[in-house]
């Protein structure tokens, strides 16, 4: 199986720049995503990552270093509405495409 | 609107009843996921399918639990006789064969068994 860690809750300010950590333990590694998801909503895709290194995307930056079994996901000039769940998501399976989730990472960003 | 549906949004029912969901994927996309969601965890895989075959279904899935997709198109969740640990969000995703696969979900199931 696959384990997946971030930290259950961050706290920022409107304006701000935070970083979500993910580490995983994984065999068969084939990509990495980060989901955001508002409460009582679904999942919304915000990135994807299979080689090391970073991929930016407006506001939102994702990084990832396969060999320490480490993504972040960056954000920059927090706004109220980034307030939300973050989720790590591993994929090892190319043919069934299937995404094993970490808990997420609640964010609270304040005034 | 053309993203993944979900019917219905809300079920609440008594414990020991059967409930089915029904899920349609957005139109192109032949990978159809279900996943289970409860409060601050993040999705649980539950079941996968490429078209109208099933190619993967969670260990953590009892025999209570079945899944379809008879034409490769909408699919279905049903479980039979629940028990109150059923109760959790059940989100449902599609993809496409291409790309890396991002997972485009559903509005949820939310289910209470009572």
């Known amino acids: 199986g696959q384990n997946i860690d971030q930290p259950t809750e961050m706290t920022a300010t409107e304006g701000a720049i935070v970083q979500i950590n993910c580490t995983y333990q994984?065999?068969?590694?084939?990509?990495l995503f980060w989901y955001q998801q508002h409460a009582g909503e679904a999942p919304t895709f915000l990135s994807y990552?299979?080689?090391?290194g970073l991929e930016e995307k407006g506001r939102f930056s994702s990084f990832l270093s396969r060999s320490k079994g480490y993504s972040y996901l960056l954000l920059k000039e927090l706004q109220m509405k980034d307030s939300a769940s973050y989720l790590c998501?591993?994929?090892?399976?190319?043919?069934?495409?299937?995404?094993?989730f970490g808990d997420g990472t609640t964010l609270t960003v304040k005034p | 609107d053309t993203g993944v549906s979900q019917n219905p949004r809300h079920k609440i029912t008594k414990r020991g009843q059967n409930v089915t969901f029904r899920c349609d994927p957005i139109?192109?996309?032949?990978?159809l996921y279900w996943y289970r969601q409860t409060l601050g965890q993040g999705p649980e895989f539950l079941t996968y399918?490429?078209?109208?075959?099933?190619?993967?279904k969670s260990r953590l899935l009892s025999d209570r639990f079945s899944a379809e997709r008879p034409k490769g198109s909408f699919s279905t969740l049903e479980i039979q006789r629940t028990e109150q640990g059923d109760s959790a969000m059940y989100l449902c995703?599609?993809?496409?064969?291409?790309?890396?696969?991002?997972?485009?979900f559903g509005p949820g199931t939310r289910l209470t068994v009572l």
């Open positions: 399918f490429q078209n109208e075959a099933q190619l993967e």
């Open positions: 998501a591993v994929r090892v399976n190319t043919n069934a495409g299937k995404s094993t």
């Open positions: 139109s192109e996309h032949n990978r």
């Open positions: 990552n299979v080689l090391d």
């Open positions: 994984t065999s068969g590694f084939n990509g």
């Open positions: 995703a599609s993809s496409t064969g291409t790309g890396f696969h991002e997972q485009f």
